[in-house]
């Protein structure tokens, strides 16, 4: 009974901070650049551009129907430029930014091409001694998917990356959604995917098929009607075996760490490897946080924030 209670409570304190952390806005208190950057077929990639002139960069990419302006990007951002600590890029998977140019493609939560061709644009145009990814959420999982694909091709310049709350297991994260209290966060994803696919059917009815829009009620009717279709997966369990960046932990070449709240309400068990065959790995698994929520008391400095600086500095 006692196990029982302190998991009530532990559901209950994630519940509460993954909603707050949603609700506190964030405002940039620099000046960025902001420009986009062209993808192999035609969309483009907008970015934020924070260049102090320093020898690093944190690379932040956020996560599912989030974007550059989500509270996590900006705290973190905020915290690394007030210190001093690195230049920052801020970026926007396609279709998250303020413009959308209604392409074909989407993006999903294992899509590393755009990431990809954000990095070899930043390697063209500048000189970084070391360039730290850092993801968050679905952005996490897609950064450490990225660094594993590479292996020992991975630009010379990337020396460590960071994970949050990261569902690195996505086929049970996705089950997991559908039951109990996450089905309401499940909605309201659902809600801003659908829109889009709506958008996209009138001017691609070939490609969305709009008599199974209605259809979708959870993140597998809407992965196997439209995520494995349009990115080439023959379903959702295969879009959800390959996009999972948990069977690419052995690949990274470099320092990584998982940090994933143990009141993360979004993760299961699964999400929470310890025994992985590569020296490169640490795990961080604090008490509390929530889903990319870290809530603090005021001048208490951003956690994720802190654990980038301790990584790019060393």
């Known amino acids: 009974m006692t196990?029982?209670?302190?998991?009530?409570?532990?559901?209950?304190?994630?519940?509460?901070?993954?909603?707050?952390?949603?609700?506190?806005?964030?405002?940039?208190?620099?000046?960025?650049?902001?420009?986009?950057?062209?993808?192999?077929?035609?969309?483009?990639?907008?970015i934020l551009y924070f260049n102090h002139k320093k020898k690093k960069l944190a690379i932040l990419t956020h996560g599912l129907e989030g974007n550059n302006q989500s509270t996590y990007i900006v705290?973190?951002?905020?915290?690394?430029?007030?210190?001093?600590?690195?230049?920052?890029?801020?970026?926007?998977?396609?279709?998250?930014?303020?413009?959308?140019?209604?392409?074909?493609?989407?993006y999903h939560s294992g899509y590393t091409q755009d990431l990809h061709t954000l990095i070899s644009h930043i390697l063209q145009q500048h000189s970084y001694e070391h360039i730290l990814l850092a993801g968050y959420s679905v952005g996490g999982n897609v950064v450490l998917k990225y660094m594993g694909e590479m292996g020992h091709n991975l630009p010379y310049s990337i020396k460590s990356g960071v994970a949050f709350c990261c569902?690195?297991?996505?086929?049970?994260?996705?089950?997991?959604?559908?039951?109990?209290?996450?089905?309401?966060?499940?909605?309201?994803?659902?809600?801003?995917?659908?829109h889009k696919v709506r958008q996209r059917a009138?001017?691609?009815?070939?490609?969305?098929?709009?008599?199974?829009?209605?259809?979708?009620?959870?993140?597998?009717?809407?992965?196997?009607?439209?995520?494995?279709?349009?990115h080439g997966f023959a379903g959702a369990h295969d879009y959800w075996i390959r996009a999972s960046s948990l069977p690419y932990f052995n690949n990274i070449v470099v320092p990584f760490v998982i940090v994933n709240p143990l009141n993360d309400v979004f993760l299961t068990p699964k999400c929470y490897p310890k025994e992985i065959n590569n020296t490169?790995?640490?795990?961080?698994?604090?008490?509390?946080?929530?889903?990319?929520?870290?809530?603090?008391?005021?001048?208490?400095?951003y956690y994720p924030a802190t654990i980038i600086a301790d990584f790019i500095n060393k």
């Not at 569902?167 to 659908?194: Q, W």
Request: charged content about 20%; some cysteine.
């Open 75 to 106: 705290k973190t951002a905020n915290y690394l430029l007030h210190h001093d600590i690195c230049d920052v890029i801020a970026w926007n998977f396609r279709s998250c930014g303020h413009q959308d140019t209604l392409k074909p493609m989407l």
């Open 3 to 46: 196990n029982d209670i302190c998991l009530i409570i532990s559901q209950l304190s994630g519940h509460l901070e993954t909603i707050a952390g949603a609700l506190v806005p964030a405002a940039y208190k620099y000046s960025p650049v902001a420009y986009n950057i062209p993808t192999h077929d035609g969309d483009e990639i907008e």
């Open 167 to 194: 569902p690195c297991d996505l086929e049970s994260v996705a089950g997991h959604m559908d039951k109990g209290f996450n089905r309401i966060y499940t909605r309201i994803f659902l809600k801003k995917l659908i």
């Open 202 to 230: 009138v001017l691609y009815p070939h490609i969305f098929d709009t008599e199974k829009i209605n259809q979708v009620t959870s993140f597998f009717t809407f992965d196997e009607y439209f995520t494995a279709t349009n």
């Open 280 to 301: 490169n790995f640490t795990y961080l698994y604090p008490p509390r946080g929530g889903h990319c929520a870290f809530i603090t008391l005021p001048n208490i400095d």
